[in-house]
Every structure is written in C-alpha cells, then in structure tokens.
C-alpha cells in the first residue's frame, strides 16, 4: 500500500469517464484524496472510493486511525518489497518494449480499443504495454514503472 499524497495516484471513480481509473491527487484532506485528475480524460473532480450508489457494507478495511500513525513510519521491508516489485514491473516492461519498432505503437485515444500484448504510446504516461482487457471499457495497461487502468472504447 503506498502513502497517498498530492502529486501521487490513486484509484477513483471517475466522474466523466463514470469508470474505476487511475486518477493522480490534486489535493488532500489529512490522509484521505479530496481532489483527483482522471488519468484516462484528465477532469478534474471529487475523490470517490467507490462507484455512486454503492455502499461499502461488510468492510474489513482497517479503521483510519492505523493510516495516519504509520504515515510517518520509516521505510523498511515494505520498501524493499515495494522497490522488487517496481523492478519485477520494468523488466517486463522493457521485454515488451525492447526492440520494438515505433511503428508498432498505437497512439493512446479514448475511443480505441485495445488487446493483450498491444503496444500503446499515451501522450503523458510513454509507451506501454497492454496487461490484461478488463472488460470492453476498461484496459490495464503497463507503462514505465507504473500499471495503469485507462479507459478504451469510450464514443465521443
Ligand atoms: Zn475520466
């Protein structure tokens, strides 16, 4: 779990895209994201953790308190799992980029749509690689360090 701050990313419902993306946090309020930017359509808008009208029932997250005390903890194993895990995602990264021609990059667009293993250049985030379609709305896609779910197929 990473420390959420203004300036890092987040997963919100994004009121526009009314998908679960990858936002980055405008601003925050104590340890919780008030204000997020949509990854995939760039609006600005509330945090929410959930999709409207669903209500979070039979919780097993941990009361708020925890988060704010080990906030300031130092970094220790759960950086190194963290900084493994970052290495784990480059080097799969490079394998699917390494030695591929900038031909074979299809520009990132809202109303594309995408499958496993396409190569995809986004305006901000670079090249990356298509992880995983979660469904006909939504892809994962790898970039640079960083997994992200966009948004695909969206009509303008
Ligand atoms: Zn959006």
Redesign the pocket.
Known sequence: MKKLQAGGEVDSW?T??RLF?NHRIIAMMGSKPVRVE?S??G?HHNFRARPPGVKETGSVRAPSATASTATRAPRQSTATRAAAAELAREQAWEKAIAGRAIADFRPYKLSATFSEGDLVRHSRFGDGVVMRVIDSGKVEILFKGEARTL?QGVAD
């Open positions: 994004c526009k895209c993306l949509c995939t359509c609006s948004a």
